[in-house]
């Protein structure tokens, strides 16, 4: 959820507080971006309540001093739903100025209503197993297809020509071990 609080002026610290119905959504921890640059940042977690929280340090002078200053104050966190329904995240600001003088809350900045739809879930179809009662399958004189391509050479037939290939590996081996025996026993 993303809010800017456009055009806001004599801002030494503010205060965005999102509302949300627990059941429905839940906060992503540190996923709240940080404020503008030279202050102190905080998020305070509450029941159906978040909390982005920004305030200048020391004696650093406020964000856009008026008249001629303004500053935007975007805000951005994510929520992960929980449930199925309907809600609403809403974002309040408050905003304390120089010498601590607290403007006017902005109420309901942003009330953002949120449809959660159920996730479909794809339920495959059983396989036929097979039956006890099936009556075997009569023999075929037809010719037998032989798979062609980069994957014909899966499965018994591939395995097969394996397993002879490393027998003649073999026995190609073991006659070249009684070769050199015999030449090195003739020596």
Known sequence: MEVNVAG???VYSY???FSYDPTLFDYVADSATDGPAGGYNSVVEGPGT???VYSRLGSSPA???PPAAVIDLPAALTFTTLG???GTITASVSIVGTGGVAAAPIP???SAPVAIAAVPVVVP???PSPSASAAPAAASSAPVARATGDLAFTGFDGGLVLLLAAGGL???GAGALVVRRRIASAR
């Open 8 to 10: 806001a002026a004599d």
């Open 15 to 17: 205060a965005i507080t």
């Open 50 to 52: 978040v909390t982005l």
């Open 63 to 65: 964000l856009a001093v």
């Open 84 to 86: 199925v329904g309907s």
């Open 108 to 110: 309901d900045v942003v």
């Open 125 to 127: 179809a059983p396989s």
């Open 170 to 172: 073999l026995v190609i």
